[in-house]
């Protein structure tokens, strides 16, 4: 089978994140079970138009905008060659496919972004994108399968008028982790990691540093990862005070992001909407428990509360037990322990056969 995935984004695209580790792991389990694919994603500098990456063939084409108008043209016209089943992957908005071939379309969904549109498009785009996500997709895509990343990604999608019985859940694994040099550091440090985009809320975690001034003052934040929301976030660190203590690190490469991880005590993840959390369990596999907000969706799935991290409900929450967990060490500790047992559950390699099987049951 020729399987082509249509995403807007790859792993070597500044703004890339784990929705694309996601997808690149699922194509490349199904090279090995002997199916050629191809991502066809929007263009960007950090890597050619068309490249062949362990067996998976990428065709970037385009803005992550027309990638969408791009890729429906490019797949109805067959320049793609013969595709025997689609993935289209909906980043809130899909790709139309099921309006450009006949052949079987599996619908992957990582999180419905219904709090997400007014935040990051206020007004009339946002309310445009929620009524094309929320009741153009399941209407056109009434007949497909889904793959959901989490069981609460799966309930939003019945929410939405998805079938219960085509929703399939498949979730993210854990790579282990590669050999670091770090070790913990002396002092405190908190991580976050993931795209600085205002849905993010990496706000939060520099608030949490700015309310430690007087008691915890050696406290240091690393954010790792890159975006278009990053000047406003270090005009928020000068406006708080904290400008000294909020490492912006940029988009940065697998082995430093582990590195940083490994010398974390606590890592953040304030984002108003996870579909699981991948970093969670990256974090966890050096031992370094996550903090994150028990509304987000899928980080209830990927965080056991008060076992391998804390879910806690609002930003005050979020501030106090960053602190308790500065603070003591004994629990921090216990829920590290926890978060290595549970970064160990989940493999790439259950998620592969599990996809493998969607796919190659509706291709028949």
Request: hydrophobic letters at 40%.
């Amino acid at each position: 089978m020729h399987i082509l995935f249509c995403n807007w984004r790859d792993t070597k695209n500044p703004e890339g994140g784990g929705s694309e580790r996601y997808v690149e792991n699922m194509a490349r389990g199904l090279v090995e079970r002997g199916h050629r694919v191809t991502i066809a994603c929007a263009s960007h500098d950090a890597a050619p138009h068309d490249e062949v990456v362990d067996g998976v063939r990428f065709v970037r084409r385009g803005t992550k905008l027309d990638i969408y108008v791009r890729t429906f043209l490019a797949l109805l016209l067959g320049r793609y060659g013969k595709v025997d089943a689609v993935v289209d992957v909906q980043n809130g908005l899909p790709f139309f496919t099921r309006l450009a071939t006949r052949k079987p379309v599996v619908v992957l969904v990582h999180h419905v972004h219904r709090e997400q549109w007014p935040v990051v498009y206020p007004g009339l785009v946002g309310r445009i994108g929620w009524w094309i996500e929320s009741r153009v997709a399941p209407r056109l895509y009434r007949r497909s399968a889904y793959v959901a990343v989490s069981q609460a990604t799966r309930l939003e999608l019945v929410e939405l008028g998805v079938d219960r019985e085509r929703i399939t859940v498949i979730h993210n694994g854990n790579d282990p982790a590669p050999a670091v040099t770090a070790t913990r550091s002396v002092t405190p440090r908190i991580s976050v990691v993931g795209r600085l985009v205002p849905h993010k809320q990496v706000e939060h975690a520099i608030d949490a540093i700015a309310a430690m001034q007087s008691d915890h003052p050696e406290v240091v934040l690393d954010i790792l990862g890159a975006g278009w929301w990053e000047n406003e976030l270090r005009a928020h660190a000068e406006r708080s005070g904290v400008a000294d203590r909020v490492v912006f690190h940029g988009h940065v490469d697998d082995q430093s992001k582990h590195e940083l991880l490994a010398r974390s005590w606590v890592m953040a993840l304030p984002s108003l909407k996870e579909g699981w959390g991948l970093v969670i369990g990256e974090a966890g596999a050096h031992g370094t428990p996550a903090v994150a907000y028990s509304t987000a969706g899928g980080t209830t799935e990927s965080i056991d509360h008060k076992d391998s991290g804390v879910l806690v409900d609002t930003p005050d929450e979020l501030v106090a037990t960053l602190r308790e967990l500065i603070e003591d060490r004994e629990w921090r500790e216990f829920l590290g322990q926890g978060a290595l047992a549970k970064s160990k559950t989940f493999t790439w390699q259950g998620s592969q056969a599990d996809f493998a099987a969607i796919l190659e049951t509706s291709g028949r």
